[in-house]
């Protein structure tokens, strides 16, 4: 079975502050997918990057970079130089060939001004 | 592009009523999902679509909970004699399965359901 794991319930930082949201997978697939998404007030979920389980080259994107490590299972989420914006709850999610996903229980993030 | 939409967004009703949400998926879409997402949780599997075949459900999921994908286009989740543990946000997601590795899901906004 597939169990998605966020250690962090919540994550206060102050606006231009580094944070990292962390996550841990299980999973018996050799090949699986790994996704982070942003749930912020308004309530629908952003996706906003993706990993694949057979490519480890971590990866930047603007204000973000994820550092995925299969020796440890870990998939985990940078947001430099936080904003408020950045405010919401994150989930990271695991998923096999493009069946169904399994979430992680989200971190919620509050930056402050 | 219009993205994922659902309908209705609010939903009350009182226990033992039936009621149906509707999906419409992006639409080149091929998979559709259904989750359920509960105040403080992840959302949680329901079931799948690739197409018009449903291709998985939860083995958590009531019988009294069905969901139908016709013509590979829409779909509608059905709950029978609902009960006030269904209350939740049933949210819905489509993706592109394809050979390119990508498989991200975009979801729709989600109906809130209220069993009184």
């Known amino acids: 079975a597939q169990k998605v794991t966020q250690a962090q319930t919540e994550i206060s930082v102050v606006e231009k502050e580094d944070v990292t949201l962390d996550c841990v997978y299980e999973?018996?697939?050799?090949?699986?997918?790994l996704f982070w998404y942003k749930q912020p007030p308004s309530g629908e979920l952003v996706f906003l990057i993706r990993r694949n389980s057979f490519d480890e080259q971590n990866e930047i994107s603007g204000r973000y970079s994820w550092n995925f490590q299969k020796s440890t299972s870990s998939f985990n989420f940078t947001i430099t130089a936080s904003q408020v914006v950045d405010s919401a709850v994150y989930f990271c999610?695991?998923?096999?060939?493009?069946?169904?996903?399994?979430f992680g229980d989200g971190t919620t993030l509050t930056v402050k001004p | 592009d219009t993205g994922v939409s659902q309908d209705p967004r609010h939903k009350i009703t009182k226990r033992g009523q039936n009621v149906t949400f509707r999906c419409d998926p992006i639409?080149?879409?091929?998979?559709l999902y259904w989750y359920r997402q509960t105040l403080g949780q992840g959302p949680e599997f329901l079931t799948y679509?690739?197409?018009?075949?449903?291709?998985?459900k939860s083995r958590l999921l009531s019988d009294r909970f069905s969901a139908e994908r016709p013509k590979g286009s829409f779909s509608t989740l059905e709950i029978q004699r609902t009960e006030q543990g269904d209350s939740a946000m049933y949210l819905c997601?489509?993706?592109?399965?394809?050979?390119?590795?990508?498989?991200?899901?975009?979801f729709g906004p989600g109906t809130r359901l209220t069993v009184t």
């Open positions: 999973t018996r697939d050799t090949t699986y997918y």
């Open positions: 997601a489509s993706s592109l399965a394809s050979g390119a590795g990508r498989y991200e899901q975009y």
């Open positions: 999610a695991l998923s096999e060939l493009g069946g169904k996903s399994t």
């Open positions: 639409s080149e879409h091929n998979r």
């Open positions: 679509f690739q197409n018009e075949a449903q291709l998985e």
